[in-house]
């Protein structure tokens, strides 16, 4: 079989990895067209793959993209996310070829959100009900939200997104005492979604009782001037990282990973990430994530900085307790959050139609 995915780039984001690990542990054949010329995972693809961008357009790339899509001769076109979707729909229509979408997002934010995804959203709400074959969600909360606004919900079906995590920490001798720092991140992109104004919250308040070292890794955050004035206001240090070479070396620097997004999210990567590395983490009821922890000791609330404190801090001084948990959610992710497994179902959602 013959899959051609359509993505809006190859720049670091959890969509792009998902689609890297999907086409890395394939048996099938594939091509990517990125909508923007970024492809900065490009070298993390370990087979022969073509990508072809289809930015910036001119006549010659129109010509380039139509040779190359009718010498691969593909059976499916798959969109990832909203601008995936509608021009996977658009070159499925034109081939004559089966059409695949590709849900990524949970709840989204008037305030925050774009407009035009807003509208290109209900815009596809619309065409689900005639164009794709089926919509595949990454999450059971994005497949909730979706039939919500109008999706086609009996072509939706959720497959979680596969990951594996090569660094595991040796948890045997893992405790949190009073007089040992303890490094506490929120990793991800700079985003309103990811509320960090209360992660720094949660670790000024922590930091009243624990030695805690507040990190934020991601895209943008060293830049941020909503972090920066976060920081400056709780009278706070932070460590801000813009990137790491590999998430390994992220876990191995923390203890404890801090997930704060108050919208957005479907199925957090960051979240599996931790647990197969054997990181204690929490939560807000964001996306998949109570899905995903499978425990409600590890769910904090969205904007009550006293009761997370209290949750998290009750847990930590109980080193039998948060041991286990670690230990039972390491291998649930191992379980059910598997590459191989995440693979096994796109392909026979591929072969079913």
Request: aromatic share 10%.
């Amino acid at each position: 079989m013959k899959i051609i995915h359509i993505i809006n780039s190859l720049g670091q984001g959890g969509a792009e990895m998902t689609l890297v690990r999907l086409i890395n542990n394939s048996s099938e054949s594939h091509l990517i067209i990125t909508i923007l010329k970024n492809n900065s995972l490009l070298n993390k693809i370990k087979k022969p793959i073509k990508v072809i961008s289809i930015f910036p357009l001119t006549l010659k790339k129109i010509q380039h993209l139509n040779n190359q899509i009718n010498s691969f001769s593909p059976d499916i076109f798959q969109g990832w996310m909203y601008h995936g979707d509608l021009l996977s729909s658009f070159f499925g229509i034109i081939y004559r070829k089966k059409i695949f979408w590709n849900l990524r997002h949970g709840k989204m934010s008037f305030k925050y959100s774009s407009k035009k995804t807003i509208i290109l959203r209900a815009l596809l709400s619309i065409l689900s009900h005639f164009i794709p074959s089926k919509i595949i969600s990454c999450s059971w909360e994005g497949l909730l939200i979706h039939k919500k606004i109008g999706y086609s919900s009996k072509k939706i079906i959720v497959i979680p997104n596969g990951i594996d995590q090569e660094y595991k920490k040796n948890i045997a001798n893992l405790n949190f005492p009073k007089e040992r720092e303890i490094t506490i991140a929120s990793i991800g992109r700079d985003n309103p979604q990811k509320g960090r104004s209360y992660f720094i919250k949660i670790i000024k308040e922590l930091s009243s009782d624990l030695k805690v070292k507040g990190v934020v890794v991601g895209r943008g955050v060293t830049s941020s001037l909503e972090i920066k004035n976060a920081i400056k206001k709780h009278n706070i240090h932070i460590n801000l990282y813009e990137s790491f070479q590999s998430s390994n070396e992220i876990f191995k620097m923390i203890d404890i990973l801090l997930l704060t997004s108050n919208f957005g999210e479907g199925c957090p990567n960051v979240l599996i990430e931790a647990m197969q590395s054997r990181v204690l983490c929490f939560s807000t009821e964001v996306g998949d994530a109570k899905f995903i922890l499978n425990n409600e000791q590890l769910l904090i609330p969205y904007n009550n900085t006293l009761k997370s404190k209290k949750i998290i801090t009750n847990l930590i001084n109980n080193p039998k307790e948060y041991k286990k948990i670690i230990e039972k959610n390491y291998f649930r992710s191992i379980k059910v959050f598997s590459t191989k497994i995440m693979v096994e179902k796109y392909e026979n959602a591929w072969k079913s139609t």
